[in-house]
T-cell receptor
């Protein structure tokens, strides 16, 4: 049974700081891993998707890496801004059916 | 392209009642997944519909059921509502049975009194 864990649960940083959010999963038989952003009371916005055969993906100030062997993914945010304040969720999509399992998220607050 | 739409936005029901939530997927997407998100938690997978059939199911009781129509839109039905069913219900659509990026709707906030 796939379990996804995100550390830390909450993070507060000053504007301009580079930061890393961590995601770990117990079953390496994943099809892909996705990172999402969620603003309070809203739906989820897709940030990055990493296929199981890939090691990383980049979009603007965001970089996500994937290490299937160790069951880990990280989301790197460069030069953080107050607008980055949100909850960041990672989700593992399993092979053989594509069931999506989410972590509980990391709540990020970037102080101006 | 309107993206993924959900209705209603908010809903208040009492224990024991039944509720139906609706989802229209993004244009070109044939797969719809439903999630339940309690406050402060990540979304929990309820089930996935593809080609009008339930293809995958999470750890939810039979009180939760769904349907997908020929135009790929979907409904989530919850019977015999419990207080614990209060949550944000999210719908996500994707092409190719979830192999690609999932696009989420804004959600329906269900409150059970």
């Amino acid at each position: 049974k796939q379990e996804v864990t995100q550390i830390p649960a909450a993070l507060s940083v000053p504007e301009g700081e580079n930061l890393v959010l961590n995601c770990s999963f117990t079953d390496s038989a994943i099809y892909n891993l996705q990172w999402f952003r969620q603003d309070p009371g809203k739906g989820l916005t897709s940030l990055l998707l990493i296929q199981s055969s890939q090691r990383e993906q980049t979009s603007g100030r965001l970089n996500a890496s994937l290490d299937k062997s160790s069951g880990r993914s990280t989301l790197y945010i460069a030069a953080s801004q107050p607008g980055d304040s949100a909850t960041y969720l990672c989700a593992a999509v399993n092979t053989g059916g594509f069931k999506t399992i989410f972590g509980a998220g990391t709540r990020l607050f970037v102080k101006a | 392209d309107a993206g993924v739409t959900q209705s209603p936005t908010h809903l208040i029901k009492t224990r024991g009642q039944q509720v139906t939530l609706r989802c229209s997927p993004k244009s070109g997407h044939d797969t719809v997944s439903w999630y339940q998100q309690a406050l402060g938690q990540g979304p929990q997978f309820i089930f996935q519909y593809y080609e009008e059939e339930e293809r995958q199911r999470g750890n939810f009781p039979d009180r939760f059921s769904g349907h997908q129509f020929p135009n790929y839109s979907s409904e989530l039905n919850v019977n015999a509502l419990l207080l614990g069913d209060s949550a944000l219900y999210l719908c996500a659509s994707s092409p190719r049975r979830g192999r690609d990026t999932q696009y989420f709707g804004p959600g329906t906030r269900l409150t059970v009194l």
